[in-house]
């Protein structure tokens, strides 16, 4: 049966990890607001009285959900054997999903460092000073520690083969730094090679590849969690 | 064999969640960084070659590591199976905990939110802006959530009986926003009675009273993920 997967219908965002995993996977799912709106998705999490969601995206399950993205792969994966699968590998591809969360989470609090609940042109002074540590300190440290992940494991992929979703991520991630960070992310690639290897890899993958032409995949937007204002960038 | 932990040893922080699943259920540990040092921690950190960690807390397990909050909870929780353990109570729990770390973020934020290469005083404008909305929105809205969950669960827990690691966070969770916002935590208490007499039954639990009297515990203080500025709070 076919998985109900919630996510905002107009952004990659969050819901992007999943949506990778999913057709990675070769999992059947219906991206029910891509099909319904939002304001169907925001019925849909009001109506959860038993494990609600505290937001998109999510898995509607038996009327209860599986929400939080890292958490969201980490159940496709022991329910469908998809990736490594040993105790090990579990945790370890877990723990690399968080920390790439983390990253997405701090590329979003770049344009909204005061809140939310403001436009960004309502606190893009603030941007400007977040920006400049983002680039110079955080980028390098979370992609330097990507780096020696993948050079502990000596070979193609995070844990070993085969693939993971957090080589799906991990490419993601990637793709979203460089549409937010194009002057940075080309000053940077070069200290990276196994990650930009990674990339690559992960792009080529014949499991993607009717996604990645499909009109499923929805391109990075000024709305997005990585959003390209160029006065943020710099190189 | 009791776990080697490492955590920054002058703080609560994130270790904290960790410490007290560890004490309620009876795991043996070594606090490593409190009998070291910071430095020894570091070098530790340095030296894992195979399955590094991006930052603390962390487990060390025959040279690889267990990090971020949630996952070595996660981890502790299926090895150890101390809470409740059904695939869905599983998934379910690690929901609510990454949400509880969200919000911890962005407690951390609120002093910080342009950058943690700063100290508090040099980004402190833009710290009383953030904690308007956080104080308004982010806190209620996230209480809300947890007070929802609760009654979703008609228990006196999180997952139902036995209690979990997530109750023992939201506990701790409820102590750090007390600390640092105490006047609007006055003011909000009573709009989410399921979270407070949580709070208090795990505050009651006889599994923690050793350690919650005990030195292991450490107090919060201004270098913590949790901060009381009083210029940050309001009714």
Redesign the interface.
């Known amino acids: 049966m076919a998985y109900d997967f919630w996510y905002w219908p107009t952004i990659p965002g969050r819901g992007e990890f999943v949506r990778l995993m999913l057709e990675a996977c070769g999992i059947p799912y219906t991206d029910r607001a891509r099909d319904k709106g939002a304001d169907a998705m925001l019925a849909d999490m009001a109506d959860h009285?038993?494990?609600?969601?505290?937001a998109p995206p999510y898995l509607s399950i038996d009327g209860?959900?599986?929400?939080?993205t890292?958490?969201i792969l980490?159940?496709l994966a022991?329910r469908h054997q998809c990736g490594p699968s040993g105790?090990?590998s579990r945790?370890?591809l877990?723990?690399l999903q968080?920390?790439i969360m983390?990253l997405v989470?701090e590329a979003h609090?770049v344009h909204h460092?005061?809140?939310?609940?403001?436009y960004y042109e309502d606190?893009k002074a603030?941007a400007l000073?977040?920006a400049a540590?983002?680039r110079t300190?955080?980028i390098p440290k979370?992609l330097g520690?990507f780096e020696?992940?993948l050079i502990?494991?000596r070979g193609d992929w995070l844990a070993g083969a085969p693939w993971s979703y957090a080589d799906l991520s991990l490419f993601h991630l990637v793709e979203g730094l460089r549409y937010a960070f194009p002057r940075r992310m080309a000053t940077l690639a070069a200290q990276y090679p196994a990650v930009v290897a990674l990339h690559d890899r992960v792009a080529a993958l014949p499991e993607l590849q009717d996604y990645l032409a499909s009109d499923r995949r929805l391109p990075f937007n000024q709305d997005d969690v990585f959003r390209h204002y160029p006065e943020l960038d710099a190189p």
């Open positions: 009285a038993g494990g609600p969601a505290f209860s959900t599986v929400a939080q890292a958490n980490f159940y022991e105790m090990k945790y370890w877990a723990q968080l920390t983390d989470a609090d460092p005061i809140g939310v609940g403001l606190q603030e000073r977040r540590e983002f300190d955080r979370y520690y020696r992940a502990a494991e």
